[in-house]
């Protein structure tokens, strides 16, 4: 067995101290023998629990050419995620049993992170019937989220039965919050740069419309929702009121939203369309916020790998989407910690525990204590560099942060007690002789 010894880090940004993993558990470093432990030195490093991303695309199967789950997950560990909630929009649609078990098996196999499927909410993301929500919770992949992200729930009746049947399951509703009669042929931020550029815009509206509507529903239901990538000031708004009644009610927000606006469609660089669509100043600004306070309750990435063909075409034809598991924290940094918003503690909250007690993944309750799973990860918050697609893990490199220099870099990771990155490599599982 080997036992690991950190020594140095700045756990969850505090002071300086150390950390112990053997046998997959963090242990008491004062019982663990010096001499014959592997010493990392972790001096200027911050110490997080691994990252946990509850919106993550992963295309397999039916979805290859742009990402697998063994690339995926490789993405996945270089950015400091030890878990990974997988969305159901594949081909064939994660609504059956044996998609999800596909899914978990081949995660277990990729071994770089825990893979967690998410269930489809309705046969075929069709919203037409509801999806055999049971089965899957009780499948061997132990579904949890239940989304039909990249389409919306439109039907009310419909997201009121799916409601009630979660509920009987403490599963949740994850809700991708598109109004699709008020989003016809929309491919950015309805605004006067939208008139400007002759794309049809997306109103506000047509996602604050959606929560608000959810939300009494998820009241009414006794239910938990969660509100997919926010994007918008009045949708925090909504969060907000819906929160102080006292509704069960949690909400995400990607780093590419708490970073980038509208500004960058002046290029009609496909790599700049996303579902929801960059937004306003004043919505950057509001996002950040809601996370500082709490309103928006996490960071999740919505990690949208497309084959470069899907993006290299003219921006209304082009496939919405980023990639963000290797840029995210670095985002989380720029946008959040170097602003003041969050401290190390509190990216810790909403980029690890807080995901993970949505999608009730255990593990994470409390963050590098003692007597936890070993799911580590140290950051060098001092280095910068820029983004290279030729060094990205993943299948495709669709991310809008291209040639844009970040701060932060992930050098360990540790998922379970096994090391999965040493010095921003992915290290290679050792085979036995």
């Given amino acids: 067995m080997t036992v690991t010894l950190l020594t140095g880090a700045r756990i969850l940004g505090g002071e300086p101290g150390e950390l112990a993993i053997a046998d997959g558990l963090l242990v008491d470093p004062a019982t663990i023998d010096r001499d014959t432990a592997e010493l990392v030195d972790a001096s200027g490093l911050v110490a997080l629990p691994g990252l946990v991303d509850l919106h993550t695309h992963l295309r397999q199967p039916g979805g290859e050419q742009a990402e697998t789950i063994a690339t995926g997950v490789r993405a996945a560990a270089a950015g400091g995620y030890t878990c990974v909630f997988a969305m159901a929009n594949t081909t064939p649609v994660a609504d059956t049993p044996a998609v999800v078990e596909q899914v978990h098996r081949l995660g277990v196999e990729a071994e770089l992170a825990t893979v967690r499927p998410i269930g489809a909410v309705t046969v075929g993301l069709a919203g037409e019937r509801l999806a055999d929500m049971g089965m899957l919770a009780g499948s061997a992949a132990r579904v949890t989220v239940f989304s039909d992200d990249?389409?919306?729930?439109?039907?009310a009746e419909l997201m009121r039965r799916a409601?009630?049947?979660?509920?009987?399951?403490?599963?949740?509703?994850?809700?991708?919050?598109?109004?699709?009669?008020?989003?016809?042929?929309?491919?950015?931020h309805e605004s006067p740069l939208a008139a400007e550029l002759g794309l049809t815009g997306w109103p506000s509206a047509a996602e604050a419309a959606i929560v608000a509507r959810d939300a009494m529903l998820a009241e009414?239901?006794?239910?938990?929702?969660?509100?997919?990538?926010?994007?918008?000031?009045?949708?925090?708004?909504?969060?907000r009121a819906a929160k102080a009644r006292g509704i069960a009610?949690?909400?995400?927000?990607?780093?590419?939203?708490?970073?980038?606006?509208?500004?960058?469609?002046?290029s009609y660089d496909a790599r700049y369309k996303v579902n929801p669509p960059l937004?306003?100043?004043?919505?950057?600004?509001?996002?950040?916020?809601?996370?500082?306070?709490?309103?928006?309750?996490?960071?999740?990435?919505?990690?949208?790998?497309?084959?470069?063909?899907?993006?290299?075409?003219?921006?209304?034809?082009?496939?919405?989407?980023?990639?963000?598991?290797?840029?995210?924290?670095?985002?989380?940094?720029?946008?959040?910690?170097?602003?003041?918003?969050?401290?190390?503690?509190?990216?810790?909250?909403?980029?690890?525990?807080?995901p993970a007690a949505i999608g009730r993944e255990p593990g994470y309750e409390a963050p590098l204590a003692i007597g936890s799973p070993a799911h580590v990860v140290l950051v060098d918050p001092a280095a910068r560099g820029t983004i290279e697609?030729?060094?990205?893990?993943?299948?495709?490199?669709?991310?809008?942060?291209?040639?844009?220099?970040?701060?932060?870099?992930?050098?360990?990771?540790?998922?379970?007690?096994?090391?999965t990155v040493t010095d921003a490599e992915i290290t290679e599982k050792q085979v036995q002789a």
Avoid: Y
């Fill in 163 to 188: 409601l009630e049947h979660a509920a009987s399951l403490d599963a949740v509703i994850a809700q991708h919050a598109q109004d699709p009669a008020l989003t016809r042929g929309s491919v950015m």
């Fill in 150 to 155: 990249g389409h919306c729930v439109a039907d």
């Fill in 220 to 239: 009414a239901a006794g239910a938990r929702l969660h509100v997919c990538h926010v994007s918008t000031l009045e949708t925090v708004e909504v969060v």
């Fill in 249 to 266: 009610i949690t909400a995400e927000v990607t780093p590419h939203h708490l970073l980038l606006t509208e500004e960058l469609v002046r």
């Fill in 279 to 354: 937004r306003a100043e004043r919505d950057v600004r509001a996002l950040r916020e809601a996370l500082a306070d709490g309103t928006i309750d996490i960071v999740a990435t919505d990690h949208a790998p497309h084959a470069p063909e899907a993006k290299q075409t003219a921006f209304a034809d082009a496939a919405f989407g980023m990639v963000g598991l290797e840029t995210a924290l670095g985002a989380v940094q720029q946008s959040m910690v170097e602003t003041g918003l969050l401290d190390w503690a509190g990216v810790a909250r909403v980029m690890s525990t807080t």
């Fill in 389 to 419: 697609a030729s060094r990205l893990k993943g299948r495709s490199a669709n991310s809008p942060f291209l040639g844009v220099e970040l701060p932060g870099r992930v050098l360990h990771v540790w998922h379970a007690g096994r090391r």
